[in-house]
Structures are given as C-alpha cells and as structure tokens.
C-alpha cells in the first residue's frame, strides 16, 4: 500500500468520523471559553477552524499531487463560463437580498440561534475578520473534502452505488460534520450539500460550488453587523420602547 492510499483511506476515516467529533469538541469548548469571559474565545475557535481547513486542503492537493486526476477531483475549469457567472451572480443577488431583508431584525435572530451557533456569530472587528477567513475557507476546503474527495473515493471504494447514491451519502456525512448545530442544523446544511454537489457534476468542476459555498457563509457579516453598529443600537432601542415578540421561526439562518 503506498502513502498516497494511506493517506486517502485516512481522509476519508477523517471526513466520516472524526470531523464531526472534532466539530462537537471545539465548539463546545469555544462555549465554555466565551461564558467564562475570555475576550478571545471566539477568535481562538476561528484561528482552530482555519488551521483545520487549511491541514484539509493540502492534504486534498497533496493527493492530487501524488496521481489522483485533478478532474476527479474538480480541480478543472467549468463548462460553460457564462452559465457559471450567471448562476452565481443570480444566487449572490439572492443571498444579498435576503440578509439585507434579515439585517433588520438581527437581534431576534441572534438571540434565537444562540444555542446553536452563538460560538460562531462574530461581534468585533477581529472577530468579523477571522469570520470572513473562515467562511472563504470553508468554501474552499469543505468543497475539495466532501464533494471533490468524497465523491471520488466513493467512485472508486463504492463502485455498486450509482452518481446520485454518492451524491446524497457525500451530503450526509457532510451533514453529520456540522451536527454540533443540532440536528436540524446538519440536515440544513446536508441538504445545501446536495445542491453543491448538483452543481459540481453539473458544471464538472469546482469553482462554482466554491463561490456560492463561501457566500452563503458570508452573509452573516451583512445580517449581523458588528457591535455598537446604528442596525443594533436602533433595534435595541425599538425592541426596548415597543416590546416586540416578533416570531421568527421561519427565518432559517444557518452558518456552515
């Protein structure tokens, strides 16, 4: 067995039973840090998810490098470059939009996701700039792991399983990856896993899945602006004269 194979059979181990462990571990730790009071909770549980992002990405190459097809992995250029850019511009409009729609009311949301992603909302700026490196990483780094890797060692370990029978199993285990949101949260995110992986095989290449991946993390930074901010000052103020309730159970706001 070479070392290539070694390190993609560990990989893939990593990728099915480890990173959702790992997840669970640093963001309850990133919890215990931040109702303790330390100041850099948060971005200590950033710099941990970059370093794991950026181990993951050179692994991935690493093995492209050591004879894996670059297009097995996605690493070639899309078809079709102007239905690319107009897939992405139409979606980032869409995601502009409706956080700039969510931004209002971004408080109430907060307070509501507490529990679930509170660790990874960002308040100051060095938070909010470690928050946008990680959402461009993640981007990057989930889309070699779990749609460019995963779905070219299920090709090759799981040949009696068709394309979209791979598809959905690369989006449960990348579900299972984010479960330290909560169930309802690693279903949301496999789900947007399964429309990635759509535009993968769709366009034969990465790129697309990328950008949209990285800007749909993105949009936190426009839905929940840094403290001290007119949006938070002013809801703070009309939440305070006005006592609003406002139910906000089918706004689904999901970091990934």
């Known amino acids: 067995m070479t070392l290539g194979l070694v390190f993609t059979h560990l990989l893939a181990a990593y990728a099915v039973l480890a990173a959702p462990w790992l997840g669970c571990v640093w963001y309850q730790k990133a919890r215990r840090r931040i109702a303790a009071g330390l100041a850099d909770a948060k971005v200590r549980l950033y ?11 050179g692994v991935v190459l690493a093995l492209w490098r050591s004879g894996i097809p670059a297009r097995s992995l996605g690493l070639f250029a ?5 239905w690319n850019m107009a897939v992405f511009l139409v979606i980032a409009g869409l995601l502009v939009w409706s956080s700039l729609w969510l931004r209002p009311k971004a408080e109430k949301l907060k307070k509501r ?10 308040e100051s700026h060095q938070e909010r700039f470690w928050f946008g490196a990680i959402s461009v990483g993640a981007g990057i780094s989930e889309e070699l792991v779990f749609r460019g890797f995963l779905l070219y060692y299920f090709s090759a370990y799981l040949t009696h399983v068709n394309m979209l029978g791979r598809a959905l199993l690369a989006s449960l285990v990348f579900g299972l990856g984010h479960i330290y949101q909560g169930w309802r949260g690693a279903v949301g995110t496999g789900i947007l896993g399964l429309v990635f992986a759509g535009f993968y095989l769709a ?18 930074l426009i839905i929940f602006p840094p403290d001290g901010s007119p949006t938070i000052r002013g809801g703070n103020q009309r939440l305070a004269l006005r006592g609003q309730t406002d139910d906000l159970s089918s706004n689904n706001v999901s970091l990934l």
């Open 47 to 57: 710099r941990e998810l970059a370093a794991e992002q950026t181990v993951s990405t």
């Open 78 to 82: 899309p078809r079709m470059w102007a």
């Open 113 to 122: 996701v507490e529990g679930k992603i509170g660790a990874l909302l960002p």
């Open 203 to 220: 366009t034969g290449s990465l790129l697309l899945p990328v950008a949209i991946h990285a800007a749909v993390d993105l949009r936190g």
